[in-house]
């Protein structure tokens, strides 16, 4: 990589009262409403039978619970189809290089290179890099550096020159100015798409083990 060199006891009274237990009445489904509404017609009076007029309205009530309840099923079903067609949208994809906000490095067999950008020249650079465990494995200086997009070369070696496996690490940039205050630093990492993986029912790119949300790739390449 270039440049980078009392005892306290509590009593319980054996006759305490059971703790309250709350039961959650079930929802009644649009079959228990229509067995709720043949009953009331079984049972109802032949000398005084129950009026038209709050008939219509129960077989209204039952009507309009029967569509919401296809409506809910449609809606599942749509955005079951929609969440499938985006895996499938997502494919191509694969094998491609995309370009993230974080500070993720996706180590192979080559040396990889770091992105980031500083707001500000900065008159001191430093690097950091973490293997998984988040331990730091390679610190280096990089230097003075003007403001704006920057990027180093990671040999893929660790501070004693040890060639480090591949896997997933992370790196850190510190910058200050001339007069010591912190210059904010914007980290991106690149990283191969090497397949689709679903998670909580969503489709995600997936980069090793890393898993990236579609809507957090800023560039492809």
């Known amino acids: 990589m270039a440049t980078v060199n ?23 489904g649009k079959n228990d409403f229509l067995n709720l509404l043949v009953a009331q017609l079984k049972n109802q009076d032949p000398l005084k039978p129950m009026d038209s007029s709050s008939f219509v309205a129960e077989l209204a009530q039952f009507s309009q619970l029967e569509q919401s309840s296809n409506q809910s099923a449609l809606l599942g079903k749509v955005l079951d189809a929609q969440n499938s067609s ?62 704006g ?31 010591k205050q912190a210059v904010p630093v914007t980290t991106t990492s690149r990283l191969t798409v090497s397949g689709i993986r679903v998670e909580d029912g969503q489709p995600k790119l997936a980069a090793g083990d890393t898993t990236i949300d579609p809507s957090a790739v800023v560039e492809f390449r």
């Open 149 to 179: 997009a920057q990027k180093v070369e990671w040999d893929g070696q660790d501070q004693n020159g040890t060639m480090m496996p591949p896997g997933t690490y992370t790196y850190a940039i510190a910058a200050q100015d001339a007069q």
């Open 86 to 147: 985006l895996q499938y949208s997502l494919l191509p994809l694969v094998g491609r290089d995309v370009s993230i906000q974080g500070a993720v490095i996706q180590l192979g067999t080559t040396p990889t290179t770091l992105d980031y950008s500083l707001s500000k020249d900065a008159a001191a650079v430093s690097l950091s890099i973490m293997n998984a465990s988040n331990q730091v494995i390679r610190t280096g200086t990089l230097g003075p550096q003007g403001a």
């Open 6 to 28: 009392a005892a306290t006891s509590s009593t319980i009274a054996s006759a305490a009262a059971p703790a309250p237990v709350s039961l959650k009445q079930p929802d009644l």
